[in-house]
């Protein structure tokens, strides 16, 4: 049965959506504390090891509270950690979660040469097959690094078989972001295929996109901000939001590196008020998989491989 697609601005809904709650994206970005961009200059690949690794006991508080609002969430996991701790993936997908790639060594992608981004970018899908038995179909880069310059890496994401993204910032930063770029669920047809990308959730004010949902946005902003943010979105708006965060944010205990001034103080601020309002947003709106809220509003079906509903419009086709 061919749906019809309600139009809204320049946006693509489902059906029925109005007076119903929007299905919001819960996602968790699996990475321990010391692989993060901002401490890239300080920490080499190759010492990860020597590092204290705290994402396993971090993973499942996590878990845990996820368990207790009965919610399921998609992890876009590390393939250097997948590879190391097989078991907490293996859990992550037995508690019903969603898993998904977040590459294998955390380099921002326009830091690499598509070649190498490509060979990342299989290594951790074979490490994350591998261990759940199931295809991989989400993926987010790290640092949200699918820029501009880097769009080729969507590209990459079609040929491999993914089904949807969620790299894609809509806004001005400097280490990330287009500007301009769609705030909502949208098909991106290249010229080898096409996926689903999933930006991440900002909130229209003053003409600027202002990001809401996720890491230092969602530590940083207090939480009624936060809140009415994805309301506005989910509300007025009737699309989907999506929120991030990283196991790592719910440690205020884990150690303090150095590096830059300004990454530290974005790195640590208000750890130990991140599960108070993840709690608040967890009893506030409806979350669930990133594959579920997509095929909730109508940008993926939810066939396990991803096939495109045919009446989703051709317009929705450019990325801006
Ligand atoms: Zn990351």
């Known amino acids: 049965m ?9 946006l693509v809904i489902g059906p029925g959506a109005a007076g119903h709650p929007v299905l919001n994206a819960l996602t ?3 990475e321990d504390y010391y692989q993060v961009s901002a401490f890239q200059s300080i920490v080499r ?13 971090n993973t499942h508080r996590v878990l845990d509270l996820f368990d207790e609002h009965a919610v399921k969430a998609t992890f876009f996991v590390l393939g250097w950690e997948a590879e190391q701790r097989p078991r907490l993936i293996e859990e992550i997908a037995n508690r019903g979660h969603e898993v998904a790639s977040h590459g294998y060594r955390h380099r921002p992608v326009y830091s690499m040469t598509p070649a190498e981004c490509r060979d990342d970018i299989i290594r951790a899908k074979q490490v994350l097959e591998d261990i759940t038995a199931a295809p991989v179909r989400g993926f987010r880069a790290a640092s949200f690094s699918i820029v501009d310059r880097s769009l080729w890496c969507l590209d990459i994401l079609t040929s491999l078989g993914f089904a949807y993204d969620s790299s ?9 972001g287009i500007a301009g770029a769609r705030r909502f669920p949208h098909v991106v047809r290249r010229s080898n295929g096409a996926i689903v990308e999933f930006p991440l959730s900002t909130v229209r004010l003053c003409g600027q996109n202002i990001p809401v949902a996720g890491g230092g946005y969602l530590r940083f902003f207090p939480a009624g901000l936060i809140a009415a943010g994805i309301r506005r979105i989910n509300s007025m708006e009737r699309q989907p939001a999506i929120v991030y965060l990283h196991p790592w944010e719910l440690d205020p205990g884990q150690p303090r590196l150095g590096g830059p001034l300004p990454r530290r103080l974005r790195h640590y601020a208000n750890l130990q008020r991140m599960e108070e309002k993840l709690r ?12 579920t809220a997509l095929a909730a509003c109508g940008a993926l079906s939810p066939t396990p491989r991803g096939q495109w509903q045919e009446a989703i419009d051709d317009e ?4 801006r």
């Open 2 to 10: 061919v749906r019809t697609l309600r139009r809204v601005g320049p």
């Open 28 to 30: 968790v970005d699996v």
């Open 45 to 57: 690949f190759e010492t990860w090891p020597a590092y204290e690794s705290r994402v396993e006991r």
């Open 168 to 176: 894609i910032f809509p806004i001005r930063h400097d280490r990330y």
């Open 280 to 291: 608040r947003l967890l009893r506030e709106f409806a979350f669930g998989t990133v594959s």
């Open 316 to 319: 929705t086709a450019a990325i």
